[in-house]
C-alpha cells in the first residue's frame, strides 16, 4: 500500500519501487540485500527465528500503549503505521496522540546490524531538533520486531509530490522554499558531526504546510572530525545495503570517508529534479556518469550565476564540490554573486584609492562601509552582559534567524507587503533582533544576520526588477537603505531603477 492512497500520510522511510525500471537502472527505491546486510559483519548475521512484521494489522497494541490504525507504507528495510498513543489520547483526548511507528522487517530483526542501524538512528534523531528535521521519540522492542516512534506528518513524500507536481519543473521561485527547507535540515545535521549518507527524494517528507523534513538518518554516518579521539562502532552505508545509487556520491562507492560533499551531491540531484523534472544523470550512479561523460542540461529559467552554482553542487570530484549545502543554497538565492560584485567594486575602489595615495606619497586605508555600520550599532566599549542577559540575547538571535527565514517564506509565496513587515517594520521584526543583541555585544552571529537580511532585500530588488516590477525593486532598496543607508551595493541598484522611473514616482517609493 502506498503512501499517497490516503490524505492523512506520513511518509515511510522506504516506499515500493516506483516502476521495475527504477530498480533496474538504480532508481531512487533503497536498494537492501540479506546478502549486503549479511556482507556487513561476516557470518555472525545468520537469521535467527523471528516474528513476521506481515502479522502486524489495524488494531493491534503495541508495547500496551499504541495501538496501530493502518499501514502507510513498507520497503525493503521495514514497515511505517499510524498508530494512537493511547496514554497520551486518554490525558488530552486531541490529535496529537497520532504517531507513527517504523517497524524493522523481520527478515532485517534478526540481522544485528540491522537493528543497530535502527537503534542508532533514533539515538541520532533523538539528539536533533530542527524545524527541518522530522522528530523521533522513542525506540524500544514488540514481540522481538525493533521499532522506532516518530512524529506523525500530513502531506506527501517528497518522491510523490515530484511525480505530480514537477514532471516538467518548477520555477525557482516555487521551489526555492523546499529548497531552503532541505538545505537548512542538511546544514544542522553536519553541524552535529552527522552525514546523511541516503539523502533522496523519498527521505524527505513535504507538509501541507509547504515545509520540508528530512527522514530516515539510519545509516548516517559521523564526519572524521568528529569522531576524532572516540572509539565507536562505524557503519557503512555501502556495507549496509542501504545506499541508492542515483543519489550517491563517487566516493561513497569508492569508500572514501563520509564528508558533507556527500549529501550535497545528493541535495544537488534533488533541486535539480525540482526544477527540470527529471534526474540530472537519468538515474545513473555517479560513477557511471562520470565514465560515460554525461552532462546535465540548464533547467530552464535558470540564470547563468544560479546554474553555476547548481552545477557545481553536481560536481563528480569532491574537491571540485560545493563544500556545504548552505553554500550552495546562497548560490541558488544569488547571494554568492552579489558577494562577488561588491568584493569586485570594493576592490576596485581600494585599487584607485591605492593608485591615488601612491601617487600623493602616502597610503590610504579603512575598513568598508558595511564594517563601519555594523561597529556603529555596537557601544565601546560594550557594556557587560549577566548571565541571564546573555540568554536573552541568544533568544533574540534565534527570533532574527526565524523572522529572517519567515520572511523568505512569505516573499516566496508573492506576499512582498508581508516580508518587508518581518524583515523591519513590525513591532517585532528581524532587524530588532539582530541589532538589539548588537547594542549588547558585537556578535558575529548578529553580524551575519543583519548582513543576511542586506543580501536578501538585494535578491528581493533583482528578481523583482528582472520580472519587470521596478516599483517593488526600488521600494525593496528602500527598505534596505533604512537600514544601511550607505550599502553599496543598495546603493547601486537604487540608482539603476531609479533612472527608469519618473522622478516623482521614485520620491514617493524612497519615502519608505
Not at 516506483?18 to 538504480?26: E, I, K, P
Not at 549479511?38 to 500503549?65: C, H, K, T, V
Not at 528578481?463 to 547601486?492: F, M, N, V, Y
Amino acid at each position: 500500500m502506498s503512501a499517497r492512497d490516503n490524505d492523512d500520510t506520513l511518509h515511510a522511510t522506504q516506499v515500493l519501487p516506483r516502476s521495475a525500471a527504477d530498480t533496474a537502472t538504480g532508481g531512487a527505491t533503497e536498494v537492501v540485500t540479506e546478502a549486503a546486510t549479511q556482507a556487513a559483519a561476516g557470518d555472525s548475521l545468520q537469521p535467527e527465528a523471528a516474528p513476521s512484521d506481515s502479522e502486524l494489522r489495524a488494531g493491534d497494541l503495541i508495547s500496551e500503549r499504541y495501538e496501530l490504525v493502518k499501514l502507510l507504507g513498507e520497503g525493503g528495510m521495514g514497515r511505517v503505521f499510524l498508530a494512537t498513543d493511547q496514554l497520551y489520547a486518554r490525558e488530552f483526548e486531541d490529535r496529537q496522540s497520532q504517531v507513527a511507528i517504523k517497524f524493522l522487517g523481520a527478515r532485517f530483526a534478526a540481522h544485528s546490524v540491522a537493528r543497530m542501524a535502527l537503534q542508532r538512528e533514533t539515538r541520532k534523531s533523538q539528539q536533533l531538533s530542527h524545524p527541518n528535521v522530522v522528530r523521533v521519540l522513542h525506540f524500544d522492542q514488540h514481540q522481538g520486531l525493533p521499532y522506532m516512534i516518530m512524529e506523525f506528518m500530513r502531506g506527501q513524500p517528497l518522491d510523490e509530490f515530484l511525480e505530480r507536481e514537477c514532471q516538467n519543473g518548477l520555477s525557482l521561485k516555487l521551489a526555492l522554499p523546499l529548497i531552503e527547507g532541505m538545505a537548512n535540515g542538511l546544514d544542522y545535521i553536519h553541524g552535529q558531526g552527522l552525514i546523511h549518507s541516503d539523502f533522496k527524494p523519498n527521505n524527505v517528507f513535504v507538509g501541507d504546510d509547504g515545509s520540508a523534513k528530512i527522514l530516515d538518518l539510519g545509516i548516517a554516518r559521523a564526519r572524521e572530525d568528529a569522531l576524532e579521539g572516540q572509539e565507536q562502532t562505524r557503519f557503512n552505508a555501502s556495507d549496509l545495503g542501504a545506499m541508492t545509487p542515483s543519489y550517491a556520491s563517487c566516493e561513497m562507492f569508492e569508500g572514501l570517508s563520509p564528508d558533507p560533499r556527500d549529501d550535497v551531491y545528493a541535495l544537488a540531484c534533488v533541486t535539480y529534479e525540482l526544477l527540470k523534472g527529471h534526474h540530472p544523470f537519468n538515474r545513473q550512479p555517479a560513477i557511471r556518469a562520470r565514465s560515460e561523460g554525461r552532462k546535465p542540461e540548464p533547467p530552464p529559467g535558470l540564470d547563468k550565476h544560479r546554474w553555476r552554482a547548481l552545477r557545481r553542487g553536481l560536481a563528480f570530484a569532491r574537491k571540485d564540490r560545493t563544500p556545504s549545502a548552505r553554500e550552495l543554497l546562497a548560490g541558488l538565492r544569488g547571494e554568492s554573486r552579489r558577494r562577488e560584485r561588491v568584493a569586485l567594486a570594493l576592490g576596485s575602489t581600494a585599487i584607485v584609492a591605492g593608485a591615488v595615495a601612491w601617487m600623493a606619497g602616502s597610503y590610504l586605508s579603512g575598513p568598508s562601509p558595511d564594517s563601519v555600520f555594523l561597529d556603529g550599532l555596537t557601544p565601546s566599549p560594550p557594556p557587560t552582559v549577566t548571565p541571564q542577559e546573555a540568554r536573552q540575547l541568544e533568544g533574540w538571535l534565534d527570533q532574527g534567524r526565524t523572522y529572517l527565514d519567515i520572511a523568505r517564506q512569505e516573499y516566496a509565496g508573492g506576499d512582498l507587503v508581508t516580508a518587508l513587515h518581518i524583515m523591519d517594520g513590525g513591532a517585532d521584526n528581524a532587524y530588532r533582533a539582530f541589532s538589539s543583541v548588537l547594542k549588547k555585544q558585537r556578535s558575529e552571529p548578529a553580524r551575519q544576520g543583519v548582513l543576511d537580511m542586506l543580501a536578501t532585500y538585494a535578491s528581493w530588488a533583482e528578481d523583482s526588477a528582472a520580472s519587470g516590477r521596478l516599483d517593488s525593486a526600488l521600494l525593496i532598496t528602500c527598505h534596505g537603505l533604512k537600514i544601511h543607508p550607505k550599502s553599496p551595493e543598495l546603493q547601486r541598484l537604487e540608482a539603476n531603477y531609479s533612472e527608469d522611473l519618473p522622478p516623482e514616482r521614485v520620491a514617493q517609493l524612497m519615502e519608505c
